[in-house]
């Protein structure tokens, strides 16, 4: 038991699944308003800054405290 070597945790990187979840519901809203192509790709972007303003604001700053 002495020769065990000290275990680091691993931390999980989960930024690209708050991507996903942005885009997703952005597409999802999109079409749903069903307006065109083209509004449904715009909320897929604005869903993808959203998630990007999300990991930045709450998601860094939890890190901090």
């Known amino acids: 038991m ?3 070597a000290e275990q680091e945790e ?6 690209g699944l ?4 942005g885009l997703l519901t ?4 999109g079409v749903v308003i069903d307006i065109s192509i083209t509004w449904t ?3 897929g972007v ?3 800054l959203f998630a990007a303003l999300f990991l930045q604001v ?5 890190e901090q405290r």
Do not use: K, M
């Not at 691993?10 to 930024?15: C, D, P, Q």
């Not at 709450?58 to 939890?62: A, D, E, I, L, N």
């Open 2 to 4: 002495a020769h065990h």
């Open 10 to 15: 691993e931390e999980v990187n989960f930024n």
């Open 18 to 21: 708050y991507y996903l979840v």
């Open 26 to 29: 952005g597409l999802f809203i």
């Open 41 to 43: 790709l715009s909320l």
């Open 46 to 48: 604005v869903g993808l």
């Open 58 to 62: 709450f998601v860094r700053g939890r």
